[in-house]
């Protein structure tokens, strides 16, 4: 994983763990210097936290004494609604359901033994002829970690690829396609 605004001895980061909260703060500046430089590959290096090109919001689970017990990964859909001249080199929103394909593997999780299907709720429906909608769990072989995987690629009630109003019209990002991955301890 990489974080933005690393690798500076006068960055802003700052971590703290208490008892009761957990605060982080990124230093951003060198992507708005590669930004205003107009440097695409130091834009795609600085933008954001990335795990294997997906932008991802990033959470850690602490218990009261501090200690890490959880780490949550989750496909940030929101970096394609910047309004950056430059963009940055990371996969789109629609890809975002594959990162659990490569998310899988790294945790020892196979499809076939340690995933359910899960079926539409009420009003879901497919995207094109392609509608995903996974749940996998899986205790890592020492049975120290417990691996969480979630993976959807799929319509939500009243999101629709036209527009009702006017048949002709296609619809932009009416979909949820995303990717969570929550890695924690396991109890013993």
């Known amino acids: 994983m990489r974080a933005a605004g690393r690798s500076r001895a006068d960055s802003t980061r700052s971590i703290s763990n208490t008892t009761t909260s957990s605060n982080i703060s990124l230093d951003d ?24 090109g997906f932008p991802i919001i990033t959470s850690a689970l602490f218990d009261a004494n501090g200690v890490l017990k ?5 496909t940030d859909s929101r970096p394609e609604h910047r309004n950056d001249i430059t963009e940055a080199n990371v996969r789109k929103r629609a890809d975002a359901y594959m990162f659990g394909g490569i998310m899988a593997p790294r945790y020892e999780i196979d499809p076939s033994r340690d995933c359910s299907t ?17 749940a996998c769990e899986r205790v890592s072989a020492t049975g120290t970690r417990k691996v969480f995987l979630r993976v959807n690629f799929f ?3 009243g999101q629709s ?16 396609s995303s990717a969570r991955v929550e890695i924690f301890v396991a109890d013993k």
């Open 155 to 157: 319509r939500k009630p």
């Open 29 to 52: 500046e060198l992507e708005y210097i590669a930004r205003a430089r107009d440097l695409e590959r130091e834009i795609t290096r600085w933008f954001g936290t990335t795990e294997a």
């Open 118 to 134: 899960l079926p539409p709720a009420e009003g879901e429906s497919q995207v094109g002829d392609i509608f995903i909608k996974q």
């Open 161 to 176: 690829g036209v527009n009702p109003q006017l048949p002709t019209q296609l619809t932009e990002g009416q979909f949820d």
């Open 70 to 74: 959880g780490i949550r990964l989750v």
